[in-house]
């Protein structure tokens, strides 16, 4: 089981990026997904989450208003739509996913994980 995040990069704040995260080796259609972000001497912060199935999304109260989980089964992808960016929002961020179908904001109810992406915001 593999997944892939990627579509980070240098931008402006008040920009937009969109991160993917690709799955293979298994369908993650049933599967809760899951953002995550780590800056630069900080530890690991939930950013968003959202269950298998329904597709229920829970948002940290940081990015609450200008990030969007979505995901696209068909591809076993989960897209993070970033806008509004700022400096803050600067860290690596990690995709991934769970055994369960239920969300969550702790990262070690993770099972799987993916490289991780740098995000960088300028200001």
């Known amino acids: 089981v593999q997944l892939q995040a990627y579509g980070g990069g240098l931008v402006q704040a008040g920009d937009s990026l969109r991160l993917s995260c690709a799955a293979s080796?298994?369908?993650?259609?049933?599967?809760?997904m899951g953002w995550f972000r780590q800056a630069p001497g900080k530890e690991r912060e939930f950013v968003a989450a959202?269950?298998?199935?329904?597709?229920?999304?829970y948002y940290a109260d940081s990015v609450k208003g200008r990030f969007t989980i979505s995901r696209e089964n068909a591809k076993n992808t989960v897209y993070l739509q970033m806008n509004r960016l700022k400096p803050g929002d600067t860290a690596v961020y990690f995709c991934?996913?769970?055994?369960?179908?239920?969300?969550?904001?702790?990262?070690?109810?993770?099972?799987?994980w993916g490289q991780g992406t740098q995000v960088t915001v300028s200001s």
């Open positions: 080796g298994r369908t993650f259609s049933n599967n809760a």
């Open positions: 959202i269950s298998g199935s329904v597709g229920i999304t």
């Open positions: 991934a996913a769970r055994r369960s179908s239920w969300n969550s904001l702790i990262s070690i109810d993770y099972d799987y």
